[in-house]
């Protein structure tokens, strides 16, 4: 089986408050991009890396993949103003494929049990998305006050990778685009499609480094896993 990737790096990481791209912060000396590439530079499945980057970073990527030894990444467009413009440019430097996933640059910590079932999932069925069910009881707010509590057992939350064959996602994109429709996961547009879209069930680890304590959490999980 083999997959192309798209990693979409070219966020400002705003919310971490670092005062600059929250990939380049370390997580064990290496940085969180370094650790989201190699998962997928060792992963035999993996034909070729697609980074999304923003021109003023571009060097020094460049330099951290010679660095690491990152040999995969076959293109790195420049990104766009929302994470859903840079999946769009990545696309478009892959041209056709069978299988493309899309994984949060910020997301280190996905292992590759996971990766390969949505690669089978999206194979068999077009389209497969990584989650963890809700662990904790929802409500619907709206203004402060609680409208709902929402039935938790029906409800996950959403990861990454998202697998899709390649041209059911190119069209969902190429809609989305004509129609002026922005999503915030690649899901979302492949489901305005009417197509299922199917959930494999991921890990809780595999967290999206956002804010301050993620980093706390991510060298935790560093530590349990190699020492
Ligand atoms: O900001 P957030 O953590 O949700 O971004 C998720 C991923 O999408 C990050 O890896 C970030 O670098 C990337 N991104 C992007 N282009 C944007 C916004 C975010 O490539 N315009």
Not at 103 to 108: E, G, N, S, Y
Not at 158 to 180: S, V, W
Not at 181 to 199: A, H, I, Q
Request: net charge negative.
């Amino acid at each position: 089986m083999v997959y192309d990737v798209i990693l979409p790096a070219a966020g400002s990481g705003k919310r971490m408050g670092a005062g600059k791209n929250k990939l380049f912060l370390e997580l064990k000396e290496k940085p969180i991009l370094i650790h989201t590439l190699e998962v997928f530079e060792k992963d035999e499945w993996c034909r070729g890396i697609y980074l999304a980057v923003k021109d003023s970073e571009r060097e020094f990527i460049q330099n951290l993949l010679k660095h690491y030894h990152i040999t995969k990444v076959k293109a790195m467009p420049t990104g766009g103003a929302e994470r859903q413009y840079s999946v769009q440019s990545c696309m478009k430097a892959i041209g056709n494929g069978d299988i493309v996933l899309v994984h949060d640059a910020a997301r280190p910590f996905i292992l590759e049990p996971t990766i390969h079932k949505l690669v089978e999932a999206a194979q068999q069925k077009g389209a497969a998305i990584a989650g963890v069910r809700a662990k904790d009881t929802m409500k619907r707010v709206e203004e402060g006050i609680i409208q709902e509590t929402v039935d938790r057992s029906t409800l996950w939350m959403i990861q990454t990778p998202q697998a899709f064959r390649f041209e059911l996602l190119q069209y969902a994109e190429n809609h989305a685009e004509q129609d002026g429709f922005l999503g915030t996961d690649e899901s979302m547009l492949v489901e305005r499609e009417g197509e299922f879209v199917y959930m494999v069930e991921s890990s809780y680890e595999n967290v999206k480094i956002t804010t301050k304590e993620d980093l706390v959490f991510g060298e935790a999980i560093l530590n349990q896993r190699i020492g």
